[in-house]
């Protein structure tokens, strides 16, 4: 049977962005011809604030007709705060992705992997492994409101949170199907309907809708201030865990500091409808601090390659791919591993250690 090749988008962005992409587009060209699985690359050097400074804009003003025929895009970082403000190189790129592309979905894992210190005493790998998806267009970050009264005792900003039936609903549904997919089945819900007495129980009410059309899902709901200390204290209980925009957000950082060095993170932005391509990227960012010196953890560029096959339904190639990871980081061998986790090893010899394990459990 041939396939059609996935078409996958290169943006490297800026900083350590730049660095640590050829490490995941190696590493996924290595497992495609493992698996014979059709890949193919291009590369784009915009959304990045050498762009910016060459061209005056983030990106070109046709980016969108440039993207949409690709299934995916698989991003860097973006941020030079030195030579343009972050919001400007933010909402110039990939907040434009997120929001033209209907990327209504974003996920994480929270795995605690091998020869990673976890902050949380006591935990081993195994305690921690589940996902967080969050509401990635709509509610609390809406920008309907504003000030009134304002230099007077009265003044008063108002801003409002905004959830659509439609809105909530789609990213339930991708929460419950996750769910649904993995052996234990669980699904916890993020909500505050002690305090937030409308929207939050509208939240609840639709999250009581779904879960009839998922029956074998075990369903629980927990305000989203012990939800954090379970997080700490608990973290194996969850499996699957959906929130709002503000709530998603939140325990999505909570998540990659609970499991160590937010070097390995990795990140979905995901249409699911595959109407728009779906973006996938590492957690952190452009790491000014660090950029041109070699010494960036390349693993959650590769982890979010990882991510980007698994959701293309390559599953042996992504579950390879995994495994690679799980070995180089359970070695964490002093000459390998980057400082940030306690090595003194290069991105090279980081991204190429993977590489080469994935090549060899092949
Ligand atoms: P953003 O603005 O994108 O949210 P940020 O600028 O707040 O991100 P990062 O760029 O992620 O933060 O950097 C935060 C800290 O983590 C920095 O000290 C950076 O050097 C470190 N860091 C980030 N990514 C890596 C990595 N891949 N390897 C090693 N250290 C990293
Ligand atoms: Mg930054």
Same mark, same amino acid.
């Given at each position: 049977?041939?396939?059609?090749p996935?078409k996958?988008?290169?943006?490297p962005?800026d900083?350590?962005?730049?660095?640590?992409?050829?490490? *995941?587009?190696?590493?996924?060209?290595?497992?495609?011809?493992?698996?014979?699985?059709?890949?193919?690359?291009?590369?784009?050097d915009?959304?990045?604030?050498? /762009?910016?400074? =060459?061209?005056?804009?983030?990106m070109?003003?046709?980016?969108?007709?440039?993207?949409?025929?690709? #299934?995916?895009? /698989?991003?860097?970082?973006?941020?030079?705060p030195?030579?343009?403000?972050?919001?400007?190189? +933010?909402? *110039?790129s990939l907040?434009k992705f997120?929001?033209?592309?209907?990327? /209504?979905?974003? +996920?994480?894992?929270?795995?605690?992997?091998?020869g990673?210190?976890?902050?949380?005493?006591?935990?081993?790998?195994?305690?921690?492994?589940?996902?967080?998806?969050?509401?990635?267009?709509?509610?609390?970050y809406?920008?309907?409101?504003?000030?009134?009264?304002?230099?007077?005792?009265?003044?008063?900003?108002?801003?409002?949170?905004?959830?659509?039936?439609v809105?909530?609903?789609?990213?339930?549904?991708? @929460?419950?199907e996750?769910?649904?997919?993995?052996?234990?089945?669980?699904?916890?819900? @993020?909500? =505050?309907?002690?305090?937030?007495?409308?929207?939050?129980?509208?939240?609840?009410?639709?999250?009581?809708?779904?879960?009839?059309?998922?029956?074998?899902?075990?369903?629980? =709901?927990?305000?989203? #201030?012990?939800?954090?200390?379970?997080f700490?204290?608990?973290p194996?209980?969850?499996?699957?865990?959906?929130?709002?925009?503000?709530?998603?957000?939140?325990?999505?950082? +909570?998540?990659?500091?609970?499991?160590?060095?937010?070097?390995?993170?990795?990140?979905?932005?995901?249409?699911?409808?595959?109407?728009?391509?779906?973006?996938?990227?590492?957690?952190?960012?452009s790491?000014?601090?660090?950029?041109?010196?070699? +010494?960036?953890?390349?693993?959650?560029?590769?982890?979010?390659?990882?991510?980007?096959?698994?959701?293309?339904?390559? =599953? #042996?190639?992504? @579950?390879?791919?995994?495994?690679?990871?799980?070995?180089?980081?359970?070695?964490?061998?002093?000459?390998v591993?980057?400082r940030?986790?306690?090595?003194?090893?290069?991105?090279?010899?980081?991204?190429?250690?993977?590489? *080469?394990?994935?090549?060899?459990?092949?």
């Amino acid at each position: 049977m041939t396939r059609a090749p996935l078409k996958i988008a290169v943006v490297p962005g800026d900083g350590i962005g730049v660095e640590v992409m050829p490490y *995941g587009v190696q590493c996924l060209k290595t497992v495609a011809s493992i698996f014979d699985i059709p890949l193919q690359f291009e590369s784009f050097d915009f959304a990045s604030c050498d /762009y910016y400074q =060459k061209h005056g804009a983030m990106m070109p003003d046709d980016w969108k007709k440039t993207l949409l025929p690709f #299934d995916a895009i /698989y991003f860097g970082a973006v941020g030079m705060p030195d030579i343009v403000p972050d919001d400007v190189s +933010l909402w *110039g790129s990939l907040l434009k992705f997120r929001r033209e592309f209907d990327q /209504y979905i974003n +996920l994480r894992p929270c795995r605690l992997m091998p020869g990673v210190r976890c902050p949380l005493a006591g935990r081993k790998p195994g305690d921690i492994d589940f996902w967080i998806v969050r509401e990635n267009t709509e509610g609390e970050y809406s920008s309907i409101g504003g000030k009134i009264f304002e230099g007077t005792d009265r003044e008063t900003v108002i801003q409002e949170t905004v959830m659509t039936r439609v809105g909530v609903d789609r990213v339930l549904r991708y @929460a419950f199907e996750l769910a649904q997919s993995r052996p234990r089945k669980r699904l916890t819900s @993020a909500t =505050k309907s002690n305090g937030i007495s409308i929207t939050m129980p509208y939240w609840d009410t639709r999250v009581v809708e779904m879960a009839k059309n998922y029956p074998d899902v075990a369903l629980d =709901k927990y305000h989203i #201030d012990i939800l954090t200390a379970h997080f700490v204290q608990k973290p194996n209980m969850f499996d699957v865990i959906v929130g709002s925009n503000l709530f998603g957000d939140i325990l999505s950082d +909570l998540g990659p500091a609970c499991t160590g060095t937010i070097g390995i993170a990795p990140s979905g932005n995901i249409n699911p409808d595959g109407k728009f391509p779906s973006l996938f990227e590492p957690v952190h960012g452009s790491a000014p601090d660090i950029a041109g010196k070699g +010494l960036a953890n390349p693993v959650g560029m590769i982890w979010a390659g990882q991510m980007m096959l698994e959701h293309f339904g390559y =599953k #042996d190639a992504a @579950a390879v791919m995994l495994k690679a990871i799980e070995n180089v980081l359970a070695r964490s061998e002093p000459d390998v591993v980057t400082r940030d986790m306690g090595g003194n090893g290069t991105t090279k010899s980081f991204g190429e250690a993977v590489a *080469g394990e994935i090549a060899s459990l092949g």
